[in-house]
């Protein structure tokens, strides 16, 4: 946003040199202004909330600060991701490999499309929570059970879009790229995987985010480990600002990492958007 | 300008003699139902710019697909310096009416792409399509992405990545229809010297008939569907006037009448 301009000759007044230069500071970051103040009226309505209260087990904003910072000094947060992240970060990279790997290919392949996008479309309408009953059943509560409930929740929302992206590949670069002779090999990593590689990286985030819900669901229907194991702890002996604080704690873990995912696909992945 | 009339078709098609780039012989071509293109038989002579002008819907960007090679043909076959095509092949190059550019990849990149594709070294074709960015005016822009050209710009990247590849025939499939007037104006005057430059082939497509005539050395006019030659008019305009004078020049302005009185009956 930039400010309206004072045509040479304009009759209203120009504010004082300083007080525009503050408004210039301020309209720049206009954008993370309004996000903090809307984070600080969350915490705000948060905290009047939890002064009222609305129930015992709400803690104040506050509270659940102070057991944030606590937990995160005391070596509480360390342990619990040490733990939570093992399963999250083999399934996400399985997940990222064999759903993109088997994304390209549907989308190449009408034969793999038939074979294969069933199965995906299904896992990625069923309840997953319903299912990992049965994973225990057959690979018990360890960390390969936990790992497969992150994959069957990441794997379909990240091979379906990589299917998505292929399939959709601008068909006038395709059409450049057989007009000059191109290789089908070369049309695919050339052409078709960048011009996919939007929509291949949406779908990654949106696996991430799977992910998260897959390695909570596991940690507090499995059994208690990490950081489904810190809240579920805390509700039982009534700690709800811990609890909270827990809760608050995955939000922020995977807000951060989505956006750091964000961040690092415009720096390397997608040149022309960085300067604009 | 010559009229070269329907009854007389069949004979001016071919082309006795001269020197002929690209031939057509009984090209159809069928879209499951539809008939767009019916026997077609036609000659584009060396080193002229030759216009297929029609009515929308009459296959004149499926005929210039099919010499691409990016279209099977339902029938006939198509001769590029004497030999069958049957695919795209590197004495072709295509223009897209929509630029086709990578947006990822710089000005530079998409210049020099179809040299990339055919495996030549970096800094070799970079030194190449640096000379076509230069031809067609691009200079100071080869670092720009093409979210960062104008219409008229990305074009010219088009044009030049045409010109890199070094074919004698150049594919033009209405190239200024998404770039805007006054662009067209400056671009269609810039072909001209291109054309007047590179001793290529070039066959072009458009639905317009004052850039026809304003560029082309013979336009061939396209019936409505299906498909089928229905005038060769060569409009014979002295090119050595200023573009300005051309616009203004009775003849050119009486050959753009004729066309249009011809193409009239198959507007709606």
């Known amino acids: 946003m930039s400010l309206p301009l004072h045509v040479k000759g304009s009759p209203r007044a120009l504010p004082s040199t300083e007080a525009s230069f503050l408004w210039r500071k301020l309209s720049e970051h206009r954008t993370a202004l309004w996000r903090t103040a809307s984070i600080g009226l969350f915490f705000l309505v948060w905290e009047i909330a939890g002064r009222v209260p609305i129930s015992f087990a709400f803690p104040t904003f506050l509270e659940t600060l102070r057991a944030f910072l606590t937990m995160l000094f005391n070596g509480a947060f360390v342990a619990a991701y040490a733990q939570t992240l093992q399963p999250l970060v083999i399934g996400i990279a399985i997940s990222a490999v064999v759903g993109v790997g088997v994304g390209i290919v549907m989308g190449l392949s009408r034969f793999a499309e038939w074979l294969v996008a069933p199965v995906f479309i299904v896992l990625q309408a069923a309840p997953m929570a319903a299912l990992i009953p049965l994973i225990t059943f057959v690979y018990g509560i360890g960390l390969m059970a936990k790992t497969l409930a992150v994959i069957m929740l990441a794997l379909p929302v990240i091979a379906l879009n990589g299917y998505k992206a292929v399939r959709n590949a601008n068909p006038s670069l395709v059409a450049m790229c057989v007009s000059f002779q191109g290789t089908r090999w070369q049309r695919i990593t050339k052409i078709i995987i960048p011009d996919a590689s939007p929509v291949i990286f949406a779908g990654l985030r949106l696996g991430l985010a799977a992910g998260f819900i897959g390695v909570i669901l596991a940690e507090l229907l499995i059994t208690p480990t990490g950081i489904g194991d810190l809240i579920t702890y805390h509700r039982s002996v009534a700690d709800y600002p811990e609890m909270y604080a827990a809760v608050v704690s995955i939000i922020l873990v995977s807000t951060l990492t989505l956006a750091a995912l964000e961040a690092f696909e415009l720096r390397v992945l997608r040149p022309e958007k960085r300067r604009t | ?268």
Request: contains cysteine.
């Open chain 2, 1 to 268: 300008m010559r009229n070269i009339t329907a009854q007389a078709t069949a004979a001016a098609t071919r082309l006795a003699g001269s020197d002929v780039a690209v031939e057509v012989r009984g090209i159809s071509k069928l879209y499951s139902e539809v008939e767009a293109l019916r026997a077609i038989d036609l000659d584009f002579p060396r080193g002229k710019l030759t216009t297929l002008l029609g009515p929308s819907g009459c296959g004149k960007t499926t005929l210039l697909k099919i010499i691409a090679g990016l279209i099977p043909a339902t029938a006939g076959e198509i001769r590029v310096n004497g030999q069958v095509v049957t695919g795209p092949g590197p004495e072709r190059a295509f223009v897209f009416q929509d630029f086709a550019l990578m947006p990822w990849a710089t000005v530079m990149r998409n210049v020099a792409f179809g040299l990339e594709l055919k495996g030549m070294g970096r800094d070799e074709r970079q030194a190449i399509a640096a000379k076509y960015i230069a031809e067609v005016g691009l200079t100071g822009f080869e670092s720009k992405y093409p979210h960062e050209l104008s219409g008229g710009m990305r074009q010219r990247v088009g044009l030049a990545r045409a010109f890199a590849v070094n074919a004698d025939v150049l594919l033009l499939d209405e190239p200024f229809s998404a770039v805007d007037e006054q662009n067209r104006r400056k671009f269609q005057e810039d072909l001209l010297s291109l054309v007047e430059k590179e001793k290529k082939t070039f066959i072009f497509v458009t639905h317009s008939i004052e850039e026809a005539v304003y560029c082309s050395d013979r336009i061939v006019i396209l019936s409505r569907r299906p498909g089928r030659i229905s005038q060769i008019i060569e409009p014979e305009i002295d090119r050595s006037a200023s573009p300005d004078a051309i616009r203004r020049d009775q003849s050119y302005l009486d050959t753009v009448e004729e066309i249009w009185q011809g193409l009239k009956r198959y507007v709606d």
